[in-house]
């Protein structure tokens, strides 16, 4: 079978690395009167801009492992259908607006501001979540858009290492409100697990083909 979707996953790739380019303009030089007028110089000047750091490094990871599991569910997915290309579209867009809430989150993290800013930041993967599921659901409902030999006990694997996130990114959000250090713990935690978890998906390919 022809696979259909490689300008699909051009055009993703492409706006995924915009994404996270987009990211880096958050992180700013302390200018000179900032350094000159701290007791530890430039060093302290630094420093004081850990929040940016976090963000940013939360960010990156976040929209790195949104490419990979990206990649990897396109490489069960064979053909294109209206609905699919804008279920895809819908995770782009997503994806592009990550830099608003984590400039939002580096600036305000270490103020009394921090719940409210944590919520949005939460709120957005809740919303990038459910994007990829919709996209899995529009694809695996339709078996003739999937790779040949991927079986159902395949589809439902895929299926259920996102749908747990969903809970997840909730809870995560709802925490925000009262712990929000908690809740940003409990995203990195989810994202870590995925980055470890995607594998399953080659492990989907190797079977399907054997």
């Known amino acids: 079978m022809e696979k259909e979707t490689s300008r699909i996953e051009a055009f993703s790739d492409a706006v995924f690395a915009i994404a996270i380019t987009l990211l880096v303009l958050e992180l700013h030089v302390p200018p000179i009167e900032a ?11 630094l420093t004081t801009l850990w929040p ?87 694809a695996s409902k339709d ?25 997840i990114h909730v809870l995560a959000c709802l925490l925000s409100f009262f712990y929000p250090v908690i809740a940003l713990l409990v995203c990195a935690c989810l994202w870590t697990y995925w980055a470890f978890t995607s594998g399953k998906l080659d492990m989907v390919k190797e079977e399907s083909t054997s």
Request: aromatic share 16%; with cysteine.
């Open 143 to 167: 078996s003739s858009l999937l790779r040949p030999g991927l079986t159902s006990q395949h589809i439902r694997a895929i299926k259920r290492n996102y749908l747990y996130g969903i809970p």
């Open 35 to 45: 350094a000159s007028h701290q007791p530890g110089g430039l060093t302290a000047a």
């Open 52 to 138: 940016s750091y976090l963000a940013f490094g939360l960010s990156f990871f976040s929209i790195y492992i949104m490419w990979v599991n990206h990649h990897k569910l396109f490489k069960q997915i064979y053909k294109r259908s209206s609905p699919l290309m804008f279920a895809n579209g819908l995770i782009l867009f997503l994806a592009t607006c990550i830099s608003f809430p984590t400039a939002l989150l580096a600036e305000y993290i270490n103020t009394s501001y921090i719940n409210t800013a944590v919520a949005l930041y939460t709120a957005l993967f809740v919303c990038i979540n459910l994007s990829f599921n919709l996209l899995w659901w529009l």
